[in-house]
């Protein structure tokens, strides 16, 4: 299946993410012929809750919203690390704003939070965190996935089937980069 072929997503990774909400959309996105790429906050490999380690492929000082087509925000303690980056903050705002997709399962959302993109749009997460984007102005909803524009959003790993097809819907409706 190459129906992705020529995409490009953006993997924001840092340490302690869920290791399953990482592999399972790379994965799922690279059998359709899409490119994903993880950009961490440096190049030292990097290390899931369960033990999965991920090689960065890029820095997010190496890397521009333009050369993707999506932006993916894997949850576990990830979020929570990337939040209190600079870099990694504007780089998720940047994106969002560009109208590009960008998907967020579990504590994804903290550094859409941070990003200060949530106001107004439809959002679910773990439960853990849904006072935490109503406050940041966001409508908590809990399904499987939301769609709200760009934005996707899913709960937990159970509800990762739905969360990758929807990924994979949205790059598909994006228009060929210019590279």
């Not at 592999?23 to 059998?31: F, H, S």
């Not at 440096?42 to 890397?63: A, F, S």
């Amino acid at each position: 299946m190459a129906e992705l072929a020529g995409k490009r997503v953006a993997m924001l990774l840092a340490k302690d993410f869920e290791d399953s909400e990482a592999t399972d959309p790379k994965q799922y996105l690279e059998t359709r012929g899409a490119e994903v790429v993880i950009v961490g906050l440096d190049r030292q490999p990097i290390t899931g809750k369960k033990g999965t380690v991920l090689q960065p492929d890029k820095t997010i000082d190496e890397v521009t919203v333009e050369e993707f087509d999506a932006l993916v925000i894997p949850g576990g303690g990830s979020p929570e690390n990337l939040r209190i980056d600079d870099r990694a903050v504007a780089f998720t705002r940047a994106f969002v704003e560009s109208g590009k997709p960008v998907a967020a399962i579990c504590h994804g959302p903290q550094l859409l939070i941070s990003a200060d993109v949530l106001r107004g749009r439809t959002v679910t997460c773990v439960k853990k965190i849904r006072d935490d984007v109503k406050n940041a102005g966001a409508i908590y909803v809990d399904e499987a996935v939301v769609i709200d524009g760009n934005l996707i959003t899913s709960r937990v790993p159970a509800d990762l089937p739905f969360f990758d097809q929807a990924i994979a819907e949205a790059l598909a409706r994006v228009p060929a980069r210019g590279d």
